[in-house]
């Protein structure tokens, strides 16, 4: 079946470390989104692609990077990872259009 | 700039009992979808339903229903005889307006759901 994973499911790092969390799905959708989840703030975009070597930053994109070199993964890297991202972060995809999104089960990141 | 509120973060009810989840959007296009998830204690998220800007339609899924009322921006979610298993948290979603290449959602802060047995 096809199916997006994420990886590390959990994932603790020290403030300044360089971190990178995994997204990859099989549905091959064109479109993939990276969102963090805190408290009171919903689901807010970090990043989005839609396709191949195509990226575009959302709307708390400060402190974050990703790449899209193939339809399949779009990993999201900390450069200096700090304590204010932790969260618990979620890949999603979709295919073109105004289609539903389809959600990994996240990665929780705690950043000492 | 678009904006979903939801202005409810927590409501209570004890099973069989009926719950409305308000949702209230912004935005100045006039095509657009709007979604609902659902977050269970487990973590994931959930797709429950997809309304597009044209379609004013009241929707029901066995339980579920939807009330979009474009006139007043609101994209209601009511839950009828609620079960212990509909404790959640619902996520009301607004997608940018129609694209060929993509649709961006932004997510209101979420209503946690609690059902007491």
């Known amino acids: 079946d096809a199916e997006i994973t994420q990886s590390p499911r959990h994932k603790i790092t020290e403030t300044g470390r360089q971190v990178t969390l995994a997204c990859h799905q099989t549905?091959?959708?064109?479109?993939m989104f990276w969102y963090r989840q805190d408290l009171g703030h919903g689901l807010r975009l970090i990043h989005y692609?839609?396709?191949?070597?195509?990226?575009n930053k959302g709307e708390v994109s400060d402190g974050y990077s990703v790449s899209r070199s193939n339809t399949e993964d779009l990993p999201l890297t900390l450069e200096s990872a700090a304590s204010s991202q932790t969260s618990v972060y979620f890949c999603?995809?979709?295919?073109?259009?105004?289609?539903?999104?389809?959600f990994g089960p996240g990665t929780r990141l705690t950043v000492l | 700039a678009q904006k979903v509120t939801q202005a409810q973060t927590e409501i209570s009810v004890v099973e069989k009992e009926d719950v409305t989840l308000d949702c209230v959007y912004e935005t100045r296009d006039t095509t657009y979808y709007l979604f609902w998830y659902k977050q269970p204690p487990s973590g994931e998220l959930v797709f429950l339903i997809r309304r597009n800007s044209f379609d004013e339609q009241n929707e029901i899924s066995g339980r579920y229903s939807w009330n979009f009322q474009k006139s007043t921006s609101s994209f209601n979610f009511t839950i009828t005889a609620s079960q212990v298993v509909d404790s959640a948290v619902y996520f009301c979603?607004?997608?940018?307006?129609?694209?060929?290449?993509?649709?961006?959602?932004?997510f209101g802060g979420g209503t946690r759901v609690l059902v007491k047995p």
């Open positions: 692609s839609y396709g191949v070597q195509d990226t």
């Open positions: 999603a995809s979709s295919v073109v259009g105004g289609n539903e999104q389809f």
């Open positions: 549905w091959n959708h064109n479109n």
């Open positions: 979603a607004l997608s940018e307006p129609f694209k060929a290449a993509g649709n961006k959602l932004t």
